[in-house]
């Protein structure tokens, strides 16, 4: 054993993110960490290097007697423990042999020097495959070899225990495999190696193991050969296959047969979502289903144009448009609740009566303004309509709840009265009595004739709502499930790979 971690327990106000969890790491072994947004990968791996502090439970090491507590980053290195995350926290400006041994140069008359730092650095990369020249400037680099080459600093600085942070996220396939040579042969040089990915395919390409989080809790540790992908998806989503219990709804089971609103044929952006093709018709709630990482709020985004779109045609009513903008995507007639409300959709510094005008405001465009009275009655018909709990439409939106603020962003997007309307996420963090009445308003929208696109973590709530499911899978479209077949087994077979539940 390289690592074990006992009975760690961390607390932020308000919430248990890790509750007594064990987790074990093997010398010589690939260990994928798993989990859904929330579980506390994330958490363990920043008390594991110092970042947080935790309060209860014990770290050991291979090669240390008594317990460590890492304080910082820094001491986890020096205790043998390195990470490699997404973003690459090199320096693009310096030469890769400056990046591998930036704070410990060698040094000849206390000057660095230069010529046994390529050398060292030539034995490194040659030691690893690496193929690229020491002198060559990092910026220049493509990702893989630049995530190979943090790596590969790791490794000379004789960690013993190595975490890769979703390393893959912007590589392409060939890159990958790259990477994965790599993670094969310091494998088998002993290192150990946490692999945190949302990537089901990669994870059965190169883990050994597989420990499986879910709400700050440890769900298991199983051998990967032995696990099938089924069944990991069902204990990432915290589902039990004696309890497939079907939810059906009327309009979910009429099937839509109307002019299609949306029709998407090669649509894709390049380093977030494949090319795929889609065809939603008015009056219909889509679903968009997958694990964290999957490629849901990528696909909708190229549609809405936060990403442009790098290839393919798209089609609104018939007609072939070009969606460059969201400010477009809206004089197209088109609605978008981003996933992160407080990062992407609320200006919390301005009031409820602002939030909800700013869309409206943004399509007539700046010589057309609002008059107070016009702003004043809109803010009001929301507030009433969706129930939004504030003292004033001039109260700051910052300081309502997170339902609240939810349902500020709906009133912003029913104001420009769309005729397609993206909910991503639209009931995370919020109460089970705002959650249901969100469910019924797009119930409602639908019977009105409005086409909703409709994404969340929780199937329960989306075979409630939706008339059909997009699957989705590291980053590409993986199937279509219609109504008669829309079931909790069907989504969670096709999110796995088409597996059968008792494989």
């Given amino acids: 054993m390289v690592l074990s971690m006992k009975d760690i327990s961390k607390t932020f106000p308000g919430v248990r993110a890790l509750s007594h969890l064990d987790f074990y790491l093997r010398k010589g ?12 990968k994330s958490t363990l791996i920043k008390v594991l290097t110092g970042v947080y502090e935790f309060e209860s439970g014990e770290i050991h090491i291979e090669g240390t007697e008594k317990a460590i507590i890492n304080r910082s980053p820094m001491e986890a290195q020096a205790n043998g423990i390195s990470t490699v995350y997404q973003e690459i926290n090199l320096c693009p400006n310096l030469t890769v042999a400056e990046n591998l041994f930036i704070g410990r140069e060698p040094k000849k008359f206390g000057l660095i020097d230069w010529k046994t730092m390529k050398q060292k650095s030539e034995e490194v990369l040659k030691n690893l495959k690496i193929e690229v020249s020491p002198t060559k ?13 943090a790596i590969a600093r790791a490794v000379d600085m004789k960690c013993k225990v190595l975490i890769l942070d979703e390393p893959t996220s912007s590589l392409d396939e060939e890159e990958v495999e790259k990477l994965f040579g790599l993670m094969r042969r310091l494998r088998s040089e002993g290192v150990g190696i946490i692999f945190v990915t949302h990537f089901l395919e990669q994870v059965y390409a190169v883990s050994d193991r597989i420990t499986v989080l879910r709400n700050g809790e440890l769900v298991g540790e199983y051998e990967t050969d032995k696990l099938p992908r089924i069944q990991l998806v069902a204990k990432m989503m915290g589902k039990d296959f004696d309890d497939l219990a079907d939810i ?20 894709g952006h390049q380093g977030t979502i494949k090319p795929f093709d889609l065809v939603i018709r008015k009056g219909e709630v889509i679903g968009l289903t997958g694990l ?8 909708v985004r190229t549609i809405y144009g936060a990403d442009k779109a790098d290839s393919g045609v ?16 809206m004089k197209h007639g088109m609605g978008y609740l981003p996933e992160d409300r407080k990062r992407d959709g609320i200006i919390a510094e301005l009031s409820v009566k602002e939030n909800i005008i700013l869309a409206m405001q943004a399509k007539r465009g700046m010589l057309k303004p609002m008059s107070r009275k016009e702003m004043e009655e809109a803010a009001d018909q929301f507030i009433d309509l969706l129930s939004i709990k504030t003292s004033s439409r001039e109260t700051p939106v910052k300081s309502l709840s997170g339902g609240n603020q939810q349902k500020v962003i709906i009133g912003r997007w029913l104001l420009t009265n769309p005729d397609y309307l ?7 963090g919020i109460d089970i009595g705002t959650k249901t009445e969100i469910q019924k308003l797009v119930l409602k929208l639908s019977g009105e004739g409005k086409t909703v696109t409709f994404i969340s973590s929780e199937i329960e709530e989306m075979l409630r709502t939706c ?6 899978r590291d ?6 499930i219609n109504a008669d077949k829309l079931t909790q087994e069907t989504i969670m077979k096709t999110i796995a790979g088409g597996e059968r539940a008792d494989e």
Avoid at 292 to 299: I, V
Avoid at 475 to 480: I, N, T
């Fill in 314 to 329: 798209l089609k609104i009513d018939g007609k072939e448009v070009k969606i460059n903008t969201p400010l477009e995507a």
């Fill in 29 to 40: 072994e690939i260990h994928a960490l798993m989990g859904e947004n929330g579980a506390g």
């Fill in 475 to 480: 980053g590409k479209k993986v199937g279509e």
């Fill in 422 to 428: 993206i909910l991503d996420e639209p009931t995370r």
């Fill in 248 to 267: 059906k709804k009327e309009h979910v089971e009429q099937e839509y047969k109307g002019t299609p609103l949306i029709e998407a044929k090669g649509l």
């Fill in 467 to 472: 008339s059909r499911m997009i699957v989705l």
């Fill in 137 to 149: 400037m990092l910026e220049e680099c493509s990702l893989a070899i630049q995530q190979m080459i």
């Fill in 292 to 299: 964290l990482g999957s490629g849901r709020s990528e696909l």
